[in-house]
């Protein structure tokens, strides 16, 4: 019975700014790394062992990877990125503060646009290699992207479109190791991960608005060869 186990990455810079994140590539904060290392020790007292690790091409993921597979004694477990694992593409909310969206769209469309399974946030207008928020320039569309086709880069996504996204790397990737009995860790973002826990469970489009996942809490699934759940377990300190 193979294992999967899901992280979502650490409390990021813009987490703690109450900044809407998506695609824009920051780093974890003070609270995040502690978050990321608490991770990998509650992974080593569950006696978990993987065979391959995947994570998104996003910093703050990438990092509580790492952290998390030091703090667990197996860093040298083998990885791959990709960018479908990223975080839901928020659009022109990036960037922006959640309160001060609410004040001015209100409350109600910023909660629409936030939890709806099909809803889409405003669009950009366009690809920026990198952006700037509180004087301080982050990278976006840049160079890790050249590889992928321009079409497939989003200007804003929902949950759903999430879901279509990731999908395709779950199924040539990581549901084919899964089926070989290798144990599975991914570290990844609160949509991304939603997204797949909505593919695993068969949760229904309403009910999956329900769902939250803790920052550096991991999620542990006993799979069946069909990869149905046998089981499930959160770790927490």
């Known amino acids: 019975m193979a294992k999967l186990v899901l992280i979502r990455h650490g409390q990021s810079e813009w ?17 995040g790394i502690q978050q990321a290392k608490e991770a990998g020790q509650l992974i080593a007292e569950e006696g978990l062992e993987f ?19 030091e703090e667990a004694g197996q860093l040298y ?3 791959a990125k990709s960018w479908r694992l990223n975080e839901r593409h928020y659009g022109a909310l990036q960037g922006q503060n959640k309160a001060a969206a609410a004040e001015k769209w209100g409350d109600e469309q910023v909660h629409i646009w936030r939890r709806s399974y099909d809803v889409l946030p405003p669009l950009l207008d366009s690809y920026q290699p990198e952006v ?8 976006a569309f840049d160079r890790r992207y050249a590889d992928v086709d321009y079409g497939n880069l989003p ?21 084919k190791d899964l089926r070989a009995g290798k144990n599975v860790v991914i570290s990844a973002h609160g949509n991304s991960l939603r997204a797949l ?21 991991p999620i542990v699934y006993d ?12 770790l927490s300190k």
């Open 223 to 234: 799979l069946n060869p069909d990869l149905s759940v046998a089981s499930k377990k959160t």
């Open 51 to 69: 065979d391959q690790a995947y994570t998104s091409v996003l910093t703050r993921a990438i990092t509580t990877l790492h952290l998390a597979l």
């Open 132 to 139: 700037t928020v509180q004087d301080k320039n982050y990278p």
């Open 155 to 175: 200007l804003g996504e929902n949950l759903k479109i999430t879901l279509e996204r990731v999908l395709p790397f779950w199924e040539e990737h990581i549901s």
């Open 77 to 79: 477990v083998p990885e």
């Open 15 to 31: 987490n703690a700014l109450n900044l809407f994140n998506g695609w824009i590539d920051t780093k974890l904060s003070d609270k």
């Open 197 to 217: 826990v909505k593919h695993l469970e068969n949760i229904s489009d309403d009910d999956i608005l329900n769902v939250e996942i803790a920052n550096g809490q």
